[in-house]
């Protein structure tokens, strides 16, 4: 796995690298399923790679959890 990122991406890339962002992905989906899985009025846009919503939603979202305010500009990037 190291090799083929360290050809695409460049040699400056480690293992530590490659486990550093699995593991922040993986917190990243944990907490996003913990608070969308059950909501209706948002949506993924896979384009942006954040999750969408009408300003009104979002805003009576945030009040009842205020936690979730970085989701609303939040975009999951890729390695």
């Given at each position: 796995?190291?090799?083929?990122?360290?050809?695409t991406?460049?040699?400056?890339?480690?293992?530590?690298?490659?486990?550093?962002?699995?593991?922040?992905l993986?917190?990243?989906?944990?907490?996003?399923?913990?608070?969308?899985?059950?909501?209706?009025?948002?949506?993924w846009?896979?384009?942006?790679?954040n999750?969408?919503?009408?300003d009104?939603?979002?805003?009576?979202?945030?009040?009842?959890?205020?936690?979730?305010?970085r989701?609303?500009?939040?975009?999951?990037?890729?390695?």
């Open positions: 796995m190291v090799e083929a990122l360290g050809s991406i460049g040699p400056s890339i480690t293992k530590n690298h490659i486990k550093n962002r699995m593991k922040t993986k917190n990243h989906f944990d907490e996003a399923y913990d608070l969308f899985h059950i909501l209706s009025g948002f949506s846009d896979p384009i942006t790679r999750f969408h919503a009408e009104e939603v979002w805003d009576e979202f945030i009040k009842g959890q205020p936690h979730a305010a989701w609303r500009k939040m975009q999951i990037k890729a390695l």
